[in-house]
C-alpha cells in the first residue's frame, strides 16, 4: 500500500462528511487528518487534510500510480468544492 496526504483548501461551510462523501463514490477510502483555520489560510476558507491509502491486490503499485490517484482525488474535489491544493 501506499499513503498520500492532502490538504486542500475549501470554503469553510463544506463538511468533511460531503468530501468523503464525493471521494468515497469514487472507490477512494479517505482518511480525515485534520480541519485547519489559521492565520494563513483565506477568510471565509479552511484547510481540510486527508490521508489517501492505494492497495492493488495484482501488482506492486508504483509512486507515479499512487501520485496519479491523488491528482484524480483532487480534479474530483476540485469539480465539486471547487477545492485547491494548499502549499
Avoid: C, N
Avoid at 4 to 14: E, H, T, Y
Avoid at 67 to 87: N, P, T, V, Y
Amino acid at each position: 500500500a501506499i499513503k498520500r496526504d492532502l490538504s486542500v483548501l475549501v470554503q469553510q461551510d463544506v463538511l468533511w462528511q460531503d468530501v468523503e462523501q464525493v471521494l468515497s463514490a469514487d472507490g477512494y477510502q479517505p482518511l480525515f487528518l485534520s480541519d485547519y483555520r489559521g492565520p494563513d489560510i483565506p477568510s471565509g476558507f479552511k484547510a481540510l487534510a486527508m490521508r489517501l491509502t492505494f492497495v492493488d491486490y495484482e501488482h506492486t503499485l508504483t509512486d507515479k500510480e499512487a501520485d496519479a490517484g491523488a491528482k484524480k482525488a483532487l480534479s474530483l474535489l476540485e469539480q465539486r468544492f471547487s477545492a485547491k491544493l494548499r502549499d
